[in-house]
């Protein structure tokens, strides 16, 4: 292990707690509202799948904010840095307030679109509804994280989402078991952790700001960020869609299916985020060398220091998926106790173990063609994977016997298709990158 591997680990570490934080709040709700039956753990799916439209689309806040933090800081401009910062925050305020009234008047019909009915859509609808109101404070959070990520600080966002995530277990425990409020209990205990996370964002990243000329919202300012924005909410849409339509598609063959399906999804969200740990630091690492050159100051070679992040993401995800592979069997009875629930989660988790290979090495391109500012590929080649399986998705309709066996082999096809395009792709960039800026600081 080298120097640059030591460099990425001793970031990827705290960042695996902090992007685990998201999904750990839905792993806890799926455990606990697993218990209270099917219907309600259907619900659930359901009411996930929306919500992660939501705040998964914002999280091109969190990954504009930390490519443009860190380049600005890498070419030594700090005050420009500070004011990405604040109009970020003001963005994802805006984000977010306006999605809360969309969450709680559409709940239904939202739902029902997902092809939940009956008990299955009447606990969607609660939890939604109630959810909804943390979305302002969790969009917040991701624009203070692109603030804390850019400044290579990953460790104060570790604290704050390790203690949001203690609140959300306590308070669930007391609501649901304690106090005998089901679902509703779930989404409350949300709404108390992701409050106190966001308030606490935003008092900690004061201190970064403090250099800001610009205090108040600057449409010019924040348009880079849209523009950045309007790519990646193309990749973010797209993935979302993919999963979306899965959720929508086990919905439609039978409630042991999709109960199965958001069992396998959240462990997904949980481990792929987990992968991202390594792919979070080289967005900040790619954009601070890229910086560097643009001033003249030689570092670390950009595609060097891609390829160490791939060779760590993918001996990561050879760990994990022997583990998720021998476990699956224990894993599914830790979310239900239905025997029909349980096979069909074993199926699931079986194939997402293979799915990891290819998702590591697909995470970590995706981490560092963003940190290149690569939006515009990015964006667009999120589409045409999705394009790509929308046959197998038909196949699973037309055919509803190939049940979660089905879908999750059309994702293991999606996966490995971003993993060999991407691969391509990042060479491409940052040799062009480089010799670009190389050639025009010899020329000056």
């Known amino acids: 292990m080298n120097d640059l591997d030591r460099r990425v680990i001793a970031l990827a570490l705290p ?30 799916a359901i009411a996930v799948a929306i919500l992660s439209l939501v705040i998964a689309s914002s999280n091109f806040i969190t990954y ?9 800081l890498g070419a030594q401009h700090d005050t420009e840095a500070a004011n990405v910062g604040v109009q970020a925050v003001w963005l994802g305020a805006m984000v977010g307030i306006a999605a809360v009234p969309v969450l709680i008047l559409g709940a239904e019909p939202m739902a029902s679109a997902l092809g939940a009915s009956n008990e299955v859509l009447d606990f969607a609808v609660e939890y939604l509804r109630i959810a909804a109101l943390s979305v302002p404070f969790v969009v917040v959070s991701l624009a203070a994280q692109g603030v804390q990520r850019g400044a290579s600080d990953f460790r104060t966002p570790l604290i704050i989402l390790v203690c949001s995530n203690i609140v959300n277990v306590v308070v669930e425990l007391i609501l649901v078991f304690g106090f005998d409020l089901g679902i509703a209990g779930a989404a409350w205990s949300t709404v108390v952790a992701q409050v106190g996370a966001g308030i606490a964002f935003l008092v900690v990243i004061q201190g970064r700001l403090k250099p800001a000329s610009q205090r108040r919202p600057n449409w010019p300012e924040m348009l880079p960020l849209l523009t950045a924005g309007r790519h990646l909410l193309l990749r973010v849409g797209s ?81 994990l998926a022997v583990v998720i592979a021998a476990a699956s069997p224990l894993l599914a009875r830790a979310f239900s106790t239905d025997g029909d629930v349980i096979s069909r989660a074993t199926s699931g ?60 082999l059309g994702l293991l096809v999606w996966m490995t298709l971003r993993a060999i395009v991407n691969h391509r792709r990042t060479a491409t960039v940052l040799c062009g990158k480089h010799h670009a800026w190389s050639d025009a600081l010899s020329a000056s």
């Open 15 to 44: 960042a695996l707690g902090t992007l685990a934080a998201e999904p750990l709040y839905r792993l806890v709700d799926t455990a606990v509202v697993g218990r209270l039956g099917t219907d309600q753990l259907g619900g659930l």
């Open 64 to 72: 504009g904010t930390t490519q443009r933090v860190a380049h600005r």
């Open 239 to 319: 993935i979302l869609a993919v999963f979306t339509g899965a959720t929508a598609i086990a919905a439609r063959i039978d409630d042991a299916t999709l109960a199965a399906h958001q069992i396998v999804v959240t462990m997904f969200l949980f481990l792929a985020l987990t992968l991202d740990a390594l792919a979070v630091p080289a967005q900040t690492l790619v954009a601070e060398e890229l910086g560097r050159v643009e001033r003249g100051v030689d570092g670390a070679d950009a595609l060097v220091l891609a390829r160490r992040v791939v060779r760590l993401s993918v001996i990561f995800a050879t760990g």
């Open 349 to 408: 988790l079986l194939i997402l173990a293979v799915l990891l290979l290819p998702g590591a090495v697909a995470f970590a391109y995706d981490g560092i063609l963003i940190g290149a500012a690569d939006y515009r590929f990015i964006g667009r080649a999120s589409f045409a994977y999705l394009l790509a399986v929308a046959p197998i998705a038909a196949v699973v309709i037309v055919t509803p016997s190939l049940g979660i066996v089905g879908i999750w």
